[in-house]
């Protein structure tokens, strides 16, 4: 996200976006503008003067507000307290809403009906509501390119499963792929994070875990041309080995090829977090390497 530069007239370098003096002046006037209306507007504001905007279209809001953070921690900027612009707007926490379905105990299914696809803009609430009831990471907003799942057993939600744009940070993963950090900023949009992946606790059918990741793989790449105006090559994932094993990653074929270095994102800073998580790899295409390598 942030590169090193000798040009004294550059602040920041955020997702291929040069932040000088000119764009900190277009900044501050957005907020003077519309810092009673919170920051997702000032970000929104930012946007559209930019036309910048995701694959899909899409303005980039979430990418703005984490820009906008990055420049508040320097001191270039001051923004608005969080949640101004929200007065009377509801503030319920996840957990203030009921399960958006009836835990029955599921022990045995026809795993021939599985379905794993593309929640839509209706089933989003009541994924966010079960991945922060049941995952121990909790729901939290993911930023960038990203991709939400729900698969289904005989008609009933059994797992949720998101993907997100790569880490920038990975040691293990950038050796195996061979890469360096100039080629790495470059084709790294064509990897996917499996960042959350939930098999809700009262389901225990067997092999379940495996199968849902198998059938989720199958249609990423397609599914994220579709969303986001490109594919994916490689899939990645980190697992909490004092937590979890990873036997269902590589029960469906998942690369184990390292550790990483135990530290995580905190605000807009990475803090070592002493808890080193076990790195797999999944390529998506038959010259998956090929296409991570060959310079834009």
């Known amino acids: 996200m942030e590169a090193p530069t000798n040009d004294e007239s550059v602040l920041l370098r955020y997702r291929r976006r040069v932040i000088g003096p000119a764009e900190v002046e277009q900044i501050r006037a957005a907020i003077e503008a519309r810092a009673g209306r919170g920051r997702t507007e000032i970000a929104r504001r930012l946007c559209e003067q930019w036309d910048w905007r995701q694959a899909n279209g899409a303005l980039k809001v979430c990418a703005c507000r984490d820009l906008l953070l990055r420049l508040e921690e320097r001191g270039v900027v001051r923004l608005p307290p969080r949640g101004a612009g929200r007065r009377g707007a509801s503030q319920h926490s996840l957990t203030d809403y009921p399960l958006p379905v009836y835990p029955w105990p599921l022990e045995k299914a026809d795993l021939d009906t599985l379905v794993v696809r593309v929640i839509t803009a209706e089933e989003r609430l009541g994924w966010r509501i079960l991945v922060d009831r ?155 390497r090929q296409e991570l390598l060959v310079p834009r």
């Not at 469906?252 to 550790?259: D, I, L, T």
Request: proline letters at 3%.
């Open 134 to 288: 049941f995952h121990y990471l909790r729901d939290k907003p993911i930023v960038g390119e990203h991709l939400l799942y729900a698969a289904y057993v005989e008609d009933q939600v059994v797992a949720c499963v998101a993907w997100a744009s790569a880490a920038l940070h990975c040691a293990a993963r950038d050796r195996y792929v061979g890469w360096d950090e100039a080629t790495k900023q470059q084709r790294r949009h064509l990897v996917a994070d499996n960042v959350r992946f939930l098999v809700l606790p009262w389901v225990r059918v067997k092999c379940l875990a495996s199968k849902v990741l198998a059938a989720n793989l199958r249609r990423l790449a397609a599914d994220w041309r579709q969303a986001w105006g490109h594919e994916v090559c490689l899939a990645e994932t980190f697992v909490d080995s004092a937590r979890f094993a990873g036997t269902c990653y590589r029960a469906s074929n998942w690369r184990y090829v390292g550790e990483s270095k135990g530290q995580g994102k905190r605000g807009v800073r990475y803090v070592r977090h002493g808890h080193p998580k076990a790195v797999y790899l999944y390529p998506l295409h038959r010259r998956w």
